[in-house]
């Protein structure tokens, strides 16, 4: 097998096609036959695969917004959450943190604009901008990381790429959805109880229409979790710590301490004696959403 080669591959240069993954994998560009992540948590990223083996993938060619690995059936169906602690997902993250460039192959049965007819084509060097966990389109639970295209072996900036021109004029479309059902009263009541101050950072975010706070479930809503819309499971706390608890970025012990995904104490989760936390919702939280052994 070829060795680990974080960015360029000598002698192969974006726009290399090949007929076979075994094929790629011997020009060195992505290794692994079957994985769509090829790399570790330690050593970061070296290539990916985007070839719709992923229903909730977006690819927009200089950017592509990556679902991780895990949680599929034989089939290809999204049968269970994935986790940030799989070795390829936390590969990608590795990536993010180290800056380092992750290389990007295409095969036939992505985007069809997009992708090559037939086998697979190298199309150079993308970076990780970003992570974060959501939804996918199954209902589970799934890792996202956007990629910025930045050219053989460029560094992301604005100036490698001209921003979209947009469109004056978006048409409106009609969605539906399904999702469960909240009582305001509870939300409202739990964020009055801390006067909208954050329980983990502590801060209130002012506006001149009042101050901003949110209700976060800490064991999620609707499919597949079905966390109850009930105090236990609530806590108030602003959009920027609400968006790193969804994530799994930070999580809370049971004797409420706020812990950052490398495990480090960020403090304690300030708490009212009225406000009676439930700690199997917490347990939940960090097994489920944030991939912990208990």
Not at 247 to 258: E, N, Q, W
Request: proline residues 6%; contains cysteine.
């Amino acid at each position: 097998m070829a060795e680990f080669v974080i960015g360029e591959v000598p002698g192969v240069e974006p726009g290399s096609a090949w007929r076979t993954r075994a094929e790629v994998a011997a020009a060195g560009i992505h290794r692994p036959l079957q994985a769509g992540i090829c790399g570790g948590a330690e050593r970061g990223a070296e290539s990916i695969v985007i070839s719709g083996g992923y229903e909730d993938d977006v690819d927009l060619g200089s950017e592509i917004i990556f679902t991780g690995h895990g949680g599929q059936d034989a089939s290809k169906r999204q049968i269970a959450d994935q986790s940030f602690t799989d070795s390829g997902n936390a590969a990608l993250v590795s990536s993010q943190q180290l800056g380092q460039p992750v290389r990007v192959v295409r095969g036939a049965g992505g985007d069809e604009l997009l992708s090559p007819t037939e086998g697979y084509r190298y199309d150079g060097l993308y970076t990780v901008l970003d992570h974060w966990m959501e939804p996918g389109l199954s209902g589970f639970q799934v890792c996202r990381f956007r990629l910025f295209e930045v050219g053989t072996g460029g560094a992301c900036t604005f100036e490698d790429e001209a921003l979209p021109q947009g469109n004056h004029n978006p048409e409106f479309t009609t969605r539906s959805s399904t999702s469960p059902a909240r009582d305001g009263t509870v939300t409202r009541r739990i964020k009055s109880l801390y006067e909208h101050a954050c329980q983990m950072c502590d801060i209130t975010i002012e506006s001149p229409k009042g101050p901003i706070a949110e209700g976060a479930h800490v064991r999620p809503l609707g499919r597949p979790h079905n966390g109850p819309d009930v105090p236990a499971n609530l806590l108030c706390l602003c959009p920027n710590c609400h968006r790193k608890f969804d994530a799994g970025a930070v999580h809370i012990t049971d004797t409420f301490r706020v812990i950052d995904f490398e495990g480090l104490l960020v403090g304690p989760l300030h708490r009212d004696s009225r406000h009676k936390i439930a700690v199997e919702h917490l347990a939940y939280h960090r097994q489920v959403i944030c991939g912990l052994e208990e």
